[in-house]
């Protein structure tokens, strides 16, 4: 449980500071760049188990719910390199979400009616994950960034342009659907000509 409560090191910095005061909402402290990669690969099991919860808690299904809405802002993580890519337009929006996830799976444990050996076994599996990965020391530009429940992170839409792999895959994606619109579109039969006739 101890990694999974320690904040990031102060070493990281952020890319931009947002202005004016934070929203009112839920706290949720950041995680490391290298953290990401196990919480994203375990993220499945702690939806799974924030589901299968018998007994409600307001605290939880806000987490719950924060983390549906930013992985949707997100694309659910599908933009390869969301999670891996530092540079990625996505990376910053997928750390919002992964870290909802490990805020949720840290309240899951207070939550009454869910399973508490799961949670234990969970956190457990997560835990070795990030030791071996030696997770906690891998830092990015967002690493020391908090986030709110009421702050949806976008993707930086600005940088597609200078990021190459995912320009290429919204090009490619784009093409595809008009494509199916193009192809899918109704069209109406031409009409036949009119025959002119002398009288």
Same mark, same amino acid.
């Given at each position: ?54 007994? #409600? ?14 992985? #949707? ?12 890519? &530092? ?41 070795? &994950? ?20 009421? &702050? ?5 839409? &600005? ?41």
């Amino acid at each position: 449980m101890a990694l999974l409560l320690s904040l990031s090191p102060a070493l990281a910095h952020r890319l931009a500071e947002r202005n004016g005061p934070p929203p009112q909402g839920l706290s949720i402290p950041s995680l490391t760049h290298g953290q990401m990669a196990v919480i994203s690969d375990n993220l499945a099991a702690i939806r799974a188990l924030a589901r299968s919860r018998n007994g #409600f808690d307001l605290t939880t299904w806000r987490l719950e719910d924060y983390l549906n809405l930013q992985s #949707f802002a997100c694309l659910w993580g599908l933009v390869p390199g969301s999670v891996a890519d &530092e540079d990625s337009p996505f990376n910053e929006c997928a750390h919002a979400y992964l870290a909802a996830g490990r805020s949720l799976l840290l309240q899951l444990a207070k939550t009454p009616g869910v399973e508490r050996k799961a949670v234990d076994a969970l956190t457990r599996k997560i835990e070795m &994950e990030m030791i071996a990965n030696g997770a906690a020391l891998t830092l990015c530009r967002y690493s020391d960034e908090p986030f709110n429940s009421n &702050e949806v992170i976008w993707p930086h839409w &600005e940088m597609v342009a200078r990021h190459p792999p995912t320009a290429a895959l919204l090009a490619a994606a784009l093409a595809v659907l008009s494509a199916a619109v193009w192809a899918l579109w109704p069209r109406r039969a031409a009409a036949p000509a009119r025959q002119i006739t002398d009288v």
